[in-house]
């Protein structure tokens, strides 16, 4: 398993062939495709449902599939994307009654669970959870819409929830998701996270491989002594 993961982000992709697109990114380099699902209710965008998700694996992507539910009520969702094929589902403490109760739903359907955190939102759900996360995803940017500029005063939380992670003496990955890009992902990296969510960072750009590369080159920068 790699260090860091580079997780594009679908949403940015071409839908008319996102099978492809699929294929293509994980062959230039990238480690997990990411699904960004939002119901036009928890937030102000309506996007893939887990038929998309289902379509991938049926073309043939072995790949962990990462699925981020911007919903609400969210179990009947995780259901779904777990039946579709989701490796990795994570939801947000504000989307259900009983977090507890939906992260072991997760669990229970055999996926790794992760918790999301909006850039405004404390970390304290995540320490009373801990023994049921895979996953803490950072928002860096406010969910809804993909192209967002990152929001700086996220990165002390990255910190912060690093160091949650490390103290725990668990193997939570942490994710950042939001703006993430060749002038953001290197202070991303040294403030703590190793799974990069990437959208227009990559899709935008003509050379898949290209971009995921320069991507990593600047992880390397930013921590010379982990490579």
Not at 23 to 51: K, R, S
Not at 164 to 193: C, H, W, Y
Request: with cysteine; proline share 5%.
């Amino acid at each position: 398993m790699k260090e860091f993961w580079i997780a594009p982000s679908i949403l940015a992709a071409d839908f008319a062939r996102l099978g492809a697109e699929a294929e293509q990114v994980l062959a230039a380099g990238a480690d997990v495709i990411h699904i960004d699902v939002m119901d036009n209710h928890y937030v102000p965008n309506l996007t893939m449902g887990p038929q998309f998700c289902k379509a991938l694996r049926s073309h043939g992507i072995t790949a962990p599939i990462d699925v981020h539910l911007m919903v609400t009520p969210v179990d009947a969702m995780i259901q779904a994307f777990a039946e579709a094929g989701a490796d990795y589902i994570s939801i947000h403490p504000e989307a259900t009654l009983h977090l507890d109760r939906s992260l072991q739903l997760i669990k229970d359907l055999g996926c790794k669970a992760g918790l999301v955190f909006n850039p405004a939102s404390g970390l304290d759900a995540a320490q009373y959870v801990l023994d049921k996360l895979d996953l803490i995803l950072l928002m860096s940017v406010n969910p809804g819409f993909g192209g967002q500029k990152f929001i700086p005063a996220v990165l002390p939380k990255i910190a912060a929830a690093r160091k949650l992670i490390d103290d725990s003496g668990r193997a939570i990955r942490l994710e950042v998701d939001g703006g993430v890009n060749l002038d953001t992902i290197g202070p991303v990296a040294a403030a703590g996270a190793d799974m990069f969510v990437a959208g227009t960072a990559i899709f935008a750009q003509g050379d898949y491989r290209a971009s995921i590369e320069a991507l990593r080159r600047e992880i390397a920068h930013a921590l010379p002594n982990r490579h």
